[in-house]
């Protein structure tokens, strides 16, 4: 079945740093692909989304690409701040008649001033 | 504001009582989820629902029980047959029409 891979965490960068968290799927067709972002003890945010292979997905100076080529979709942001310690989890939704959202397992980002 | 809205936020209960998880929206979304998030295992989906009075099994079905007698309202019932029910619960919704999901803010179940 469709499933989504991302890198463990916890990631610890200093505060301005470059950020990379990999997420790789696993899809018989063509999904959707997300990045939310969970801070503590609060539910789901959506961060950015892309709907098909080579769109760019933005918010908030995070970026991500959906590559079908190498079925990845890696969350980036260039300086990172303390405001974005939180969980960020990559997912996929399948375009089929259930339209569900399949999740990675989240990455825990810690930014230090 | 339109949104989507659980209670409580934190919720205590004994070993063996069964227990009800509210999840509210007024966003006309037609699909609702339930998931279950435990730590470092992300978010597991338990039941989703596409339109009134139907629903469908997730992948940790087992234990738990739902109910969708409005578009507005998709309750979860942990059972006592679940046995290990302390977790983070997360209820989203979606439109028909969209891919994107918007999630409630959740709720804390301890069993104690």
């Known amino acids: 079945g469709d499933s989504v891979t991302q890198m463990e965490g916890p990631v610890t960068l200093s505060e301005e740093a470059f950020l990379t968290i990999n997420c790789t799927y696993t899809?018989?067709?063509?999904?959707?692909l997300f990045w939310y972002v969970q801070y503590p003890g609060e539910g789901l945010q959506l961060l950015l989304k892309?709907?098909?292979?080579?769109d760019k997905g933005s918010n908030k100076g995070f970026e991500a690409t959906y590559r079908k080529e190498t079925t990845s979709f890696h969350l980036e942001k260039g300086s990172v701040q303390v405001s974005d310690s939180a969980v960020y989890f990559c997912a996929l939704s399948d375009r089929g008649a259930t339209n569900k959202l399949i999740f990675g397992t989240g990455t825990l980002l810690a930014v230090q001033p | 504001d339109g949104g989507i809205t659980q209670s409580p936020k934190y919720l205590f209960r004994k070993e063996g009582q069964n227990v009800t998880l509210s999840c509210e929206q007024n966003?006309?979304?037609?699909?609702m989820y339930w998931y279950r998030q435990d730590p470092g295992q992300g978010l597991r989906l338990i039941y989703y629902s596409q339109i009134v009075n139907d629903f469908q099994k997730g992948d940790i079905a087992e234990g738990y029980s739902v109910s969708r007698e409005k578009k507005e309202s998709f309750p979860l019932t942990v059972t006592s047959a679940q046995k290990n029910p302390t977790a983070f619960y997360l209820c989203a919704s979606r439109h028909q029409e969209s891919t994107e999901a918007f999630f409630g803010q959740g709720t804390r179940l301890t069993v104690v």
């Open positions: 892309a709907t098909k292979a080579d």
């Open positions: 966003l006309n979304h037609d699909a």
């Open positions: 899809a018989t067709g063509y999904p959707s």
